[in-house]
């Protein structure tokens, strides 16, 4: 994350100060100056790494999401934790921290698959807040919002409990914000890249004006993403030293805040926003297979706004030869 993390603050302006070896980062720009300390999610003991996925048919079929998120819940929790600690014991005591808003960045590389939590976990670490309860009218384009599910803590395999929602608690009132983003990855630095391989992008966004999300799948040539692109930032409702959103105003970051009066979680986001994105690469071996394969993209964007291909499942191997062929 400490890369992309740099490489983000240069793209919106900020200087990093790297005459201090600690935290990370040490920021300005004419405005303020914060601190940045980052980190990943990694996986357990015994468990698998992120880029362990299995693409297999049998795997995608038996992929739960709702277990993906527990888990992801649980060593985001452990990570964060292990953070504030560090900040707590280490970190305060640094002239170069003392008095300035604090941020943790953290990636999610804790378990294969790991994308398809989009932000549901972190938010629950730091909010309580799961999810959404609603009924939704697709004949007058309608989403009425019947009320929220919070949970107050998680269960780890061994049986004991783990609190969610420290910002809501007065748990990291010293932690300012948490940067977040499942899609830093090196899926990003593909999307970035000029590789000019046959790389397919299965993307899903933000829609502003519809019930169903911008779900589609577009080779390397006609898929766009910049640097920020699936950023998300969580603002500390209870901090010692908020940071203002207005120093992250950028469209492609969606600003998470919680109103303590109403009880109420607060999403700043935009049309398009990124919230989940995944790569595949396929191995065409001749030109007129490709360029069927090109020719026949928007055809099959449409098949899945039609056919409301599920966004919490990634396609498999069996799924893309339905589409493309056998590679």
């Not at 378990?111 to 959404?132: H, M, T, W």
């Not at 780890?156 to 914000?177: C, D, H, Q, R, W």
């Not at 940067?179 to 966004?205: H, M, Q």
């Not at 640097?227 to 120093?247: R, T």
Request: hydrophobic share 35%; aromatic share 12%.
């Amino acid at each position: 994350m400490g890369a992309i993390s740099f490489a983000c603050l240069k793209e919106l302006g900020f200087v990093v100060d790297f005459s201090f070896e600690r935290p990370d980062f040490v920021v300005n720009n004419d405005e303020i100056s914060f601190c940045i300390e980052a980190s990943i999610a990694s996986s357990a003991i015994d468990t698998p790494d992120e880029w362990e996925a299995d693409y297999s048919p049998e795997t995608i079929k038996t992929l739960d999401k709702e277990s993906i998120v527990d888990f992801a819940t649980i060593r985001l929790s452990n990570t964060l934790t292990a953070k504030y600690r560090e900040f707590v014991n280490n970190y305060s005591k640094l002239d170069q921290v003392k008095e300035k808003p604090f941020i943790i960045a953290i990636a999610p590389f804790e378990q294969p698959f790991s994308y398809l939590q989009n932000e549901q976990a972190i938010r629950r670490v730091l909010y309580g807040f799961d999810k959404y309860i609603y009924e939704e009218f697709p004949e007058r384009n309608e989403r009425i919002i019947l009320g929220q599910e919070y949970l107050d803590s998680i269960t780890k395999p061994n049986g004991s409990k783990i609190p969610l929602g420290y910002f809501v608690k007065e748990m990291m009132t010293e932690i300012s914000a948490v940067i977040f983003s499942n899609t830093a990855t090196f899926r990003k630095v593909r999307a970035l890249s000029d590789d000019p391989g046959d790389i397919f992008f299965e993307s899903i966004r933000y829609n502003d004006f519809g019930l169903k999300p911008f779900h589609t799948i577009l080779p390397k040539k006609e898929y766009r993403e910049n640097l920020l692109d699936g950023l998300h930032i969580f603002h500390n409702p209870l901090a010692n030293h908020p940071i203002s959103w207005q120093f992250f105003d950028r469209n492609e970051i969606t600003h998470h805040d919680f109103d303590l009066g109403k009880g109420r979680l607060l999403v700043k986001t935009h049309d398009g926003a990124l919230f989940q994105r995944s790569t595949f690469k396929l191995k065409i071996p001749t030109r007129e297979m490709r360029r069927k394969i090109y020719k026949s993209i928007r055809k099959i964007n449409l098949k899945l706004q039609k056919k409301h291909v599920k966004t919490d499942q990634p396609l498999s191997i069996k799924d893309l030869e339905d589409i493309f062929g056998p590679p």
